[in-house]
């Protein structure tokens, strides 16, 4: 079973920019295609954007593009996630999650394993 870890997240000012990483371990890493989700206070859980398993691959929710970007590198079993021109509306506890397919669902239920998430602030 694979066990996801989030990290990267903090305070940032408006306009600025994070690199969030997802780090994966006790799997095979490249059977996984990744997906990043947000979930604001009182807000449901909502998604992001998804690589597939060799990298070639990403789809991303409309509102997000040209704004957020996602890579992975497979030799350290990380996947990232690049958030620029940030607003104060992006404050949210980021996860990551995984699963054996690639495609572009972007339901919750879709996807196996998930990370404990990490507190991204963006401040005005």
């Known amino acids: 079973q694979v066990q996801l870890v989030e990290s990267g997240g903090g305070l940032v000012q408006a306009g600025g920019s994070l690199r969030l990483s997802c780090a994966a371990s006790g799997g095979t890493f490249n059977v996984y295609a990744v997906a990043w989700f947000r979930q604001a206070p009182g807000k449901e859980r909502k998604f992001l954007g998804t690589?597939?398993?060799?990298?070639?691959?990403?789809y991303y929710r409309d509102s997000m593009k040209g704004r957020f970007t996602i890579s992975r590198n497979n030799v350290e079993n990380t996947v990232y996630l690049q958030m620029n021109s940030l607003k104060p509306e992006d404050t949210a506890v980021y996860y990551c999650?995984?699963?054996?397919?690639?495609?572009?669902?972007?339901?919750?239920?879709?996807?196996?394993?998930w990370g404990q998430g990490t507190q991204v602030t963006v401040s005005s």
């Open positions: 690589i597939n398993m060799s990298g070639s691959n990403t």
């Open positions: 999650a995984v699963r054996e397919a690639w495609g572009t669902s972007t339901a919750r239920n879709e996807y196996d394993y």
